[in-house]
């Protein structure tokens, strides 16, 4: 099994910055890839960014600029910075990791950290 923790989420003013963090443990043979994926109210789920273990990166269409993706290999750990937050960027920021796990390659996502940006 594989757990998928995010933390990092809080009340944030617009303008401010923030960072997230997830990491994956459990029984991991090999991860894909990691990201970051939110979900405001009312809205689909969308893609906030990924990075593959090779370090390719894609970012989602509306999170190009202020957001950057990293990554720490060896703690199975990916972060999520975030700069000059705006409202429109409030929403439940979720972890997904692509892990080859007891033989099998499943997608598993952690329980989500909700980010509020308001002043």
């Known amino acids: 099994q594989v757990q998928v923790v995010e933390s990092g989420g809080g009340l944030v003013q617009p303008g401010g910055s923030l960072r997230l963090s997830c990491a994956a443990s459990g029984n991991i043979a090999s991860i894909y890839h990691m990201g970051w994926y939110r979900q405001a109210p009312g809205q689909q789920r969308e893609l906030v960014a990924s990075?593959?273990?090779?370090?390719?990166?894609n970012y989602g269409d509306s999170t190009k600029g202020r957001f950057t993706i990293s990554r720490d290999a060896a703690k199975n750990t990916i972060y999520l910075q975030i700069h000059s937050l705006e409202p429109a960027d409030t929403a439940v920021y979720y972890c997904k990791t692509a892990t080859l796990s007891a033989g099998r390659v499943g997608d598993y996502w952690g329980q989500g950290t909700q980010v509020t940006v308001s002043s």
């Open positions: 990075i593959t273990t090779t370090g390719t990166i």
